[in-house]
């Protein structure tokens, strides 16, 4: 395992809290296996490409780590109604991660409207060497997970398979298709293969009770957040 020593960016407006500051400590990883940054997830640590990041807010400690219990998960309506609305008409494939012209078109058309819906930051001139290094150029080995509906490209998450559970990095889909779903359905899909193999976990990322791009983790029941104590919790939302 090779991680650099920690590092922090200065305190700046926050990308989810709008009325706040935020404050994100970073590791580079230069090489790390998967049972490796496992350690890393579970101590509420997260990676975009080989960077290691975690919220070292200074007045604010809203981003909370989630996973669902696999084992005690039940779906509920809507989630029961968004899987039947797909699970028909969607074609999963699982590969590498790549930078293809449809990953790409996808990301910008998803951002673009993120940005008008929910004020995201703009991402019109990502490049595609910015996109290979965010979700392509990983210290260790991820998985692309592709929806097609028909043969058309509808849906990208990023996944790390760990030995811990699958951990979702990040889920794109088609803003034309939004009334599917379908990161609800990729949601899912995680937990029904994290319970084919007898994992226990799916690790969403951070919770965030007041932004509604990250409060929807809560709703997959029942799940644990990691606590200020460092161990991990029992949770509603």
Excluded at 185 to 210: E, F, K, M, S, T
Aim: hydrophobic share 35%.
């Amino acid at each position: 395992m090779h991680v650099s020593p920690p590092f922090s960016d200065r305190p700046s407006r926050c990308g989810y809290l709008h009325d706040r500051d935020w404050r994100l400590e970073y590791r580079l990883a230069f090489d790390l296996s998967a049972e490796e940054y496992a350690g890393w997830l579970v101590s509420g640590w997260r990676h975009f490409g080989r960077t290691l990041f975690r919220p070292r807010c200074p007045a604010c400690d809203a981003c909370r780590p989630l996973r669902v219990d696999v084992g005690r998960f039940r779906p509920d309506r809507s989630q029961r109604r968004a899987w039947r609305a797909n699970e028909p008409d969607l074609r999963l494939e699982i590969a590498d991660p790549a930078a293809g012209p449809g990953q790409l078109d996808l990301y910008r058309r998803y951002h673009a409207h993120q940005e008008r819906a929910k004020q995201w930051p703009s991402r019109e001139d990502e490049t595609e060497a910015e996109y290979r290094e965010t979700f392509v150029d990983n210290p260790f080995p991820t998985r692309e997970w592709r929806y097609y509906l028909g043969e058309a490209l509808v849906g990208v998450g990023y996944v790390d398979p760990l030995p811990v559970g699958p951990s979702a990095i990040t889920f794109i889909h088609d803003p034309a298709h939004r009334g599917r779903s379908l990161g609800t359905y990729n949601v899912l899909a995680l937990i029904d293969h994290a319970r084919a193999l007898g994992q226990p976990h799916v690790y969403l990322g951070y919770y965030i009770a007041n932004c509604p791009s990250m409060a929807y983790k809560a709703r997959f029941t029942p799940n644990q957040t990691l606590g200020r104590d460092g161990r991990w919790g029992d949770f509603i939302g």
